[in-house]
């Protein structure tokens, strides 16, 4: 073969003009997924962009049939006769195949925030991408955990350990972006968002927004927004330093500056000062909530039991904080004892100076036989099994759709990955009762941690929320790290009318006796049972009043239900002889004059996990 022979040859496979598209899509929306990986029986591999596509300019595999298997966290492709899940495929430059993956897990993975190569393939396949930065935004190639919130019309993002192209060590300080509201000109979040980073103008790299005084890494958390009625709003975040191997040896206050871009000290908390006992750290993702007519800034770790008054001033003390607990202050080097009233049960109060009560110390107080185990109030259970969920990390968000309070949150020991299970969960109140969650998200072997829900992207009243978190293999004891998206930052959508996240709530009967009732934060509920407060696939609808059947006081499973499981349990009707009154319980031998038990239950309903 000539010289101009192999010009030639070479010139049909040019990776910069005719690729091979395999674009891979959800069954059920039709959208590119990102993040499947297209394997061959070689072991070489091609990870899709977000927009779903993987574009192949493989000289070794142009014109010959390759074999693909296709795999993706929460996705499946059809096996053949053999359990394989995967396609033959004749690569040759320039044309496209489509694939159809259904989707398993609940949330739809829509792009990756962060890092390089977001649009690689489509870009490489002659597209346009629907970010103004496609392929690589202010040299970053991976961020740690973000921090959101909108200031002075912006929302206003943070994020924790960054890479950089051009050596192993990056931003250790905090670096920061901005980006418009939808409604302002932004993107709708289910295409992207575009980040504008602060930069070095030297390097172009994201530069540092938080390099407070001294050695080491500075991390941010609880990044919050207050109304100053002389200064207007103002921006604050709880810092710590950090110092080899990972001693936190300094934790303070820091306010940013409009003026320099930075976030400045404000105040160094006292080194004894409490600011993180136990598994209820000051910080997390925070909340602005109106309780008995005062603003408090609730912080979700996940659950939002710490919170403090929201006034610039109060944030400079830890010994400003409440935490809702069961414990009582104690003196130094005593014990702090459970809080019960007269008859015994367990008080929980939001209280300054006392410990909090996450889920380690719960654990250790049932463990001693301070607390009984229905009386702990973290009781966040697996709505199908039953199976304790220990959250981990994540947010709560006030939810219009659902009237209630919304939580995502990662879990910690799931089945599938350590830190890498995501889960949904609502309560009346922000301190619950986080009762029972559904699995949304998984992540197979590999961890996805720190979830933070974005309520400014919410859509349709609430019924769409955003949600992002780190997908990484730290923590996960996979060695394999996925090119580009690992230590990165990942977005779900997830809809809030799926019929799989009609979870059960707290029922309290208008007839129902005093011990039936909610106290005044919905916390110590004795309910007896749990159901749905509208209407599902299958579901019956119940009635207390037997001459009115426009509005349902809730719904349950039929007998029988396929969608019943082992937390489910029979509930039986009671009916007075003389008045126009229906009670319900889970007892069948509940009594009271007046009243007679139907002689089959009516349906299924949920036990309460702190009966």
């Not at 207007?232 to 409009?258: C, H, N, Q, S, V």
């Not at 300054?352 to 719960?362: F, I, N, S």
């Not at 998200?441 to 949600?467: C, D, M, V, W």
Request: charged share 20%; glycine share 10%; aromatic share 12%.
């Amino acid at each position: 073969m000539n010289l101009v022979a192999i010009v030639l040859t070479l010139s049909l496979f040019s990776p910069a003009t005719d690729p091979f598209a395999i674009e891979v899509v959800d069954s059920a929306t039709g959208r590119g997924i990102p993040l499947v990986e297209l394997i061959t029986v070689n072991n070489t591999r091609f990870i899709t962009d977000n927009a779903g596509l993987a574009a192949i300019s493989d000289v070794d595999l142009m014109g010959h049939t390759i074999y693909f298997h296709v795999k993706s966290h929460g996705y499946e492709y059809a096996k053949d006769g053999f359990g394989f899940r995967g396609k033959a495929l004749k690569v040759a430059p320039g044309s496209r195949v489509k694939l159809v993956m259904t989707r398993i897990n609940v949330a739809e993975r829509l792009y990756r925030v962060t890092g390089g190569g977001l649009y690689r393939d489509t870009v490489a396949l002659g597209q346009k991408a629907p970010l103004a930065q496609p392929l690589l935004n202010a040299q970053v190639f991976g961020s740690d955990s973000v921090l959101t919130t909108l200031y002075q019309g912006k929302i206003h993002w943070f994020w924790g350990d960054t890479n950089r192209p051009d050596y192993p060590l990056g931003n250790f300080h905090t670096p920061g972006a901005t980006s418009r509201l939808p409604s302002d000109g932004g993107l709708d979040p289910s295409v992207g968002v575009d980040l504008t980073y602060w930069t070095d103008p030297k390097t172009g790299f994201a530069k540092p927004t938080a390099q407070l005084p001294g050695d080491g890494p500075t991390w941010l958390d609880g990044l919050v927004v207050l109304d100053d009625a002389q200064k207007g709003e103002r921006m604050f975040a709880f810092y710590a330093k950090i110092r080899p191997p990972m001693e936190t040896y300094e934790r303070g206050l820091a306010e940013w500056d409009t003026r320099t871009k930075q976030f400045q000290k404000v105040t160094a908390f006292a080194t004894n000062a409490p600011v993180n006992p136990g598994s209820l750290p000051i910080g997390g993702h925070p909340f602005l909530h109106t309780d008995q007519g005062i603003r408090y800034i609730y912080y979700a770790n996940p659950y939002p039991l710490t919170r403090v008054r929201a006034e610039p001033d109060e944030l400079k003390d830890p010994a400003n904080f409440e935490r809702f607990t069961c414990l009582e202050p104690a003196k130094p080097g005593e014990e702090s004892a459970v809080a019960r009233d007269a008859d015994g049960k367990v008080l929980y109060a939001w209280k300054r100076g006392a410990p909090g009560v996450g889920p380690a110390e719960q654990a250790v107080l049932i463990k001693a036989g301070k607390l009984k185990p229905g009386e702990g109030l973290i009781q966040l259970c697996d709505v199908e099994t039953g199976k304790p969920v220990q959250a981990h990390g994540g947010s709560v968000a006030w939810n219009e759709y659902r009237k209630r309070w919304v939580m995502i949150a990662v879990e910690f020991g799931g089945s599938s990955s350590l830190l890498g299970e995501v889960w949904f969960a609502e309560a009346d109140e922000p301190t619950g009762p986080w009762a029972y969650a559904r699995k949304v998200a998984t992540h197979e072997k590999y961890s996805y941690y720190n979830p933070r829900h974005h309520p400014f992207f919410n859509q349709k009243n609430g019924r769409l929320i955003y949600f992002e978190g780190t997908y990484t293999n730290t923590f996960s004891g996979n060695l394999d790290q996925t090119p580009r998206y690992d230590y990165n930052q990942m977005m779900y959508r997830l809809d809030l009318g799926d019929d799989r996240l009609n979870l059960p709530v707290a029922v309290v009967l208008p007839s129902e006796p005093e011990r039936l009732t909610k106290s005044q934060h919905g916390l110590t509920c004795p309910v007896e049972f749990l159901a749905l407060d509208h209407a599902g696939e299958g579901t019956v609808p119940i009635f207390t009043d037997p001459r009115s059947t426009l509005h349902a006081a809730f719904h349950i499973l039929p007998i029988g239900s396929a969608n019943a499981s082992k937390t489910t349990t029979s509930l039986y009707q009671f009916i007075h002889e003389g008045e126009n009154q229906m009670f319900y319980s889970i007892d069948p031998t509940w009594s009271a004059p007046g009243f007679k038990r139907t002689e089959q239950p009516v349906g299924l309903v949920w036990r309460n996990p702190r009966s």
